[in-house]
């Protein structure tokens, strides 16, 4: 394994997805904590945040602006945030509301990509599909692989590697 590129990451949102990605991501930060969003950002939030505070069924915007609000107002600036959303922001929700409340998820991300540009913070997002991991896709999905903790662990990669700091306010869709 290589030295990790960042010294702290913090995972907020659901705990059991979050301690089997965080696992399988010694290379990218030397130590992560998961938690909740409201216990998300006491003290300093880490180099690298994964805010997957929308894939809780009872998130709200309120919930996930916090999280960025925290992540920036801590001790250590992060260097990077990846948000976490659904895939349902393309209106793949079984109800509005879902697909209201990722799409909200993306957007929030874009905004605070683009007013955290400056002070050299990126912020991207990765689309995981309904039922991650492990779901067999969508009939319409065009490439018919379930995604798993090892895909997305490959996407966080790619946006937390210290040579990607150009890449602001994209998204990755696992599905």
Known sequence: MTKPWWATGAWVGPSHLGTAVCATLGDVAASWRVTTVD???????????????????????????????GAVGGREKPARIISLVWDSWLGRAPTGRGSARSAAAV????????????????????????????????????????????????VVRFFGHPDNDYIIGQLVSLG
Do not use: K, Y
């Open 107 to 154: 957007g929030l991300a874009r905004n605070w990509a683009l007013r955290l540009a400056p002070a050299a913070t990126t912020v991207n997002t990765i689309a995981l599909p309904a039922g991650f991991p492990g779901a067999p896709p969508p009939p319409a999905a065009p490439v018919q692989v379930a995604a798993g903790i090892e895909d997305l662990a490959h």
């Open 39 to 69: 216990e998300a950002m006491s003290g300093s939030p880490g180099s690298i945040v994964l805010n997957a505070a929308a894939l809780e069924d009872d998130a709200d915007i309120d919930a996930l602006e916090a999280v960025f609000e």
